[in-house]
């Protein structure tokens, strides 16, 4: 006698698997056409770059655009390692204390029962209504009062307390099945261990795919009219000095474009497959 076990088999013919693997591949191709034109773009020469309509295919690649690009960054005051430091300083620290500082506010909001629970609920949810630009103004009033502006600070600190962070933080840490922290309770375990020894590693996902949008961010950030200084200021400052010269330097804009777009690619290529691994693998239930 066989036993159902309640579950559908699903059937799909030869064409079936043929017709999505086309319509999915018509979708990746599609949403791979900026970036492909980016590349493009930067080993055009100048009088590829403004035919109209815009081609793909370069029928001429040069890498003199890249050459300028160096040229240009040796004429500069304050040298290009200093803004690729400064870059990735402001990236690394803002990431990883981002990351921290969610977990460590989203885990007592998941787990734990206080009074105003439910009304800072409500807060994180509103607070994800408004756009970060709408708190410039206040940021600014309280940097310039603690004398932080003109600092890596100035654009750290307001990194920490995005609010999508703490959102998908706490939604993965209300899965987690609370008898598996009160096992650990009973072992002895304190909340700090229970919180980077049992939580942290099952929310894996989330701060996985946080470090994603974080690092794009931060990448991507000229300091927000907070960092004066030459010394100071990031790489996309300098694109963005780059840029102001004109149709002559527009090849020079495109490969420094392209240079900028590297590392968030690459850290989502390397990051893309371990958060999908993990969140097939880290479901749990009571």
Do not use: C
């Amino acid at each position: 006698m066989k036993l159902k076990t309640g579950k559908r088999k699903v059937n799909r013919t030869a064409a079936g698997n043929v017709a999505v693997f086309l319509f999915l591949l018509l979708f990746g191709v599609f949403f791979l056409l900026p970036i492909v034109y980016a590349i493009a773009t930067a080993f055009k020469p100048l009088n590829e770059i403004f035919i109209f309509p815009p081609r793909l295919i370069v029928k001429h690649p040069t890498t003199q655009n890249f050459l300028k690009l160096s040229q240009v960054l040796r004429d500069y005051f304050v040298p290009f390692s200093r803004y690729f430091f400064n870059s990735l300083f402001i990236t690394v620290l803002g990431t990883v204390g981002h990351i921290i500082l969610a977990g460590m506010a989203a885990y007592p909001m998941a787990k734990h029962r206080f009074y105003g629970q439910k009304m800072l609920n409500r807060l994180i949810v509103t607070a994800l209504l408004f756009s970060s630009s709408v708190t410039y103004i206040s940021q600014y009033i309280v940097l310039s009062a603690t004398q932080m502006i003109d600092t890596y600070l100035a654009v750290i600190l307001p990194a920490l307390q995005t609010t999508l962070g703490l959102y998908l933080m706490m939604n993965f840490m209300k899965g987690l099945p609370d008898a598996m922290l009160e096992a650990a309770r009973i072992d002895g375990a304190g909340e700090f261990y229970i919180f980077w020894h049992i939580v942290m590693p099952n929310v894996k996902p989330a701060w996985l795919t946080l470090m994603i949008f974080q690092v794009q961010a931060l990448w991507n950030s000229s300091g927000g009219g907070f960092l004066y200084s030459e010394e100071l200021k990031t790489l996309p400052s300098v694109l963005a000095t780059i840029a102001a010269g004109g149709n002559v330097r527009a090849g020079v804009t495109a490969a420094a474009s392209l240079v900028m777009m590297l590392p968030p690619i690459f850290l989502f290529v390397l990051l893309q497959s371990r958060v999908i691994e993990t969140m097939s693998t880290s479901g749990m239930k009571d």
